[in-house]
C-alpha cells in the first residue's frame, strides 16, 4: 500500500500541484509546466498500458490543465524515460486544484494506482516550469520535440528577449514547427536553467526544416546576436509523443 500511495503522490504531484499550499502572484498568469520523468527499467510500454486509466481519470479532475506522455530517444542523459508534462493556466490553478483533492480524496484514483506500481518504475527528475514567451505559441503539442537545456549564467531575461525575435523569424519559415521557451522554477537540477523545446511533426520534417533555418540569412544573424550573451547548452535531447 505504501508504494501505491507513493506512486500516486508522484502522480498527483503533475496534474495537481504540491501538497502544500503556495501563493499566487501576478506573474501566475503565466502558464505554468510540470515535468516528471520515470525510468520504467525496460518496461515503457507495460507503464504506458497501467497508466492509460489514470490519465483519463486525471484529466476528468482538472479539465483546465493539458496533459502528455513523452518517450526519450536516440541521444542525451535521458534516453528511455517516460516524461508526463502538463500544462496548467496558473499556479493559483494548481493551489486549487491540490487543495480540493486533499479535502475530497477520489476513491476511483485509489483504485487504478495498484497496476501501476507493480510495474517497479523510479522516479528520475520533476521540475517546475514557467512559460516564458506564451504570446507566440502556434501549436502546442507535437510528435516529435528537440530539447535543449541552456545555462544563462545569470542572463535568463536577456536570452529570452533575444529568443523571442528568433522565434517570430523560426515560425515563419518553419511553417508546420512549433517553438516554446520555459525556465525551470523554485527548485531542482534545472532550477534557474531555462529549456528551449522545438517540435516538429515527424523526425523526416525535422531534417528539412534544418536545412531551412541554415539557409535562411536572416535567422543566421539573429543566432550569432543571441550567441553574443554567453550561453550554454547544459543538455540536448529528442522526445516522441506516447499519450496513450
Known sequence: MKKSRTILSIILFVFVGFSLPM???????????????FNTNGNN?????????????????NPKSTAHVYESRFVGTGAGTLSIVVESPSMAYMEERSLALEANPDPELAKLTPALSEIGATVASRSLYRDRAPDQVRDFYSAVYEVHTIDTHGKNAAFVEASKKIHERWLKVSKEGTVRIYEAMFAGENAGLLTIAVGYPSMAYM?????????????????????KIGATVVSVGLVFDVTP
Do not use: C
Not at 213 to 222: K, P, T, W, Y
Open 45 to 61: 510500454a507495460a507503464w504506458l498500458e497501467a497508466y492509460k486509466p489514470l490519465h483519463e481519470r486525471l484529466k476528468e479532475l
Open 23 to 37: 501563493q499566487a502572484t501576478a506573474a501566475d498568469e503565466m502558464n505554468v509546466v510540470q515535468i516528471i520523468s
Open 207 to 227: 531534417e528539412t526544416n534544418g536545412d531551412r533555418v541554415a539557409s535562411d540569412e536572416e535567422l543566421v544573424r539573429l543566432f550569432a546576436e543571441r550567441d
